[in-house]
Every structure is written in C-alpha cells, then in structure tokens.
Nanobody, 124 residues
Framework: QVHLAESGGGSVQAGGSLRLSCAAS????????MGWFRQAPGKEREGVAA????????YYVDSMQGRFTISQDNAKNTVYLQMNSLKPEDTAMYYC?????????????????WGQGAQVTVSS
C-alpha cells in the first residue's frame, strides 16, 4: 500500500510561484510513473506533468512546459512540482498520482493511486 500526501498549495498573486510536494509513504517499491494532475471547478481533470521514476524522464502538457517543472528526490520518496509565472487559469486542485504499471504518462487512467489534493489559487 502506497500513500501520497500533497503539500505546498496556497494562494498567490498572478506571476507568483509555488512548489508542490508529494511525499510517498508505505510500500513504495516498484513505482513507475508519478504524475501531477489538476482539476478546476466544473472542468475535467487534466494532466500537468509526469516523471518516470526509474530514469527521471519528464513529460509536460504544452500549456505547462516552460512554467512548471516536475522533479523527484528518490531518497525522500518525494516528487515536486515547481510552478512559476502562475496565472489565474492555473487555479485548481492539484493531485499527485502514481502507479506501478505503464501507460500514457499524462492520462489519468494510467494511475491508480492518488493523493488527497492541494488547492492552488491564483488571483489577479
């Protein structure tokens, strides 16, 4: 059993930055992908970024690339999402997810273990 706990959310003004953390605890062996997803009110959950745990390769949706950076610290069993130049449209609940399987890294169906979410609110 793997438990994911997000932290680092909050409220910032447009142009500001936040760093989300996702700490994995419990049985963390054999995890393949770790990803960040977000869901704004009234909208579907969308992929943000993902990292392949075994080799550190990263993937981003076009709208996030250049502003958001995903990284991991395997020694701490933690994945991060550095968010810069935040915009009001980035306001959403951000979820960390992981899996022991394979699949498209920015597709939510790839993942079967999810954190509780961290709220990010960007004001103008």
């Amino acid at each position: 059993q793997v438990h994911l706990a997000e932290s680092g959310g909050g409220s910032v003004q447009a142009g500001g930055s936040l760093r989300l953390s996702c700490a994995a605890s419990g049985y963390t062996d054999s995890l393949t992908w770790m990803g960040w997803f977000r869901q704004a009110p009234g909208k579907e959950r969308e992929g943000v970024a993902a990292i392949y745990v075994r080799d550190g390769h990263t993937y981003y949706v076009d709208s996030m690339q250049g502003r958001f950076t995903i990284s991991q610290d395997n020694a701490k069993n933690t994945v991060y999402l550095q968010m810069n130049s935040l915009k009001p449209e980035d306001t959403a609940m951000y979820y960390c997810a992981t899996t022991r399987g394979d699949g498209w890294p920015l597709t939510s169906s790839t993942y079967n273990i999810w954190g509780q979410g961290a709220q990010v609110t960007v004001s103008s």
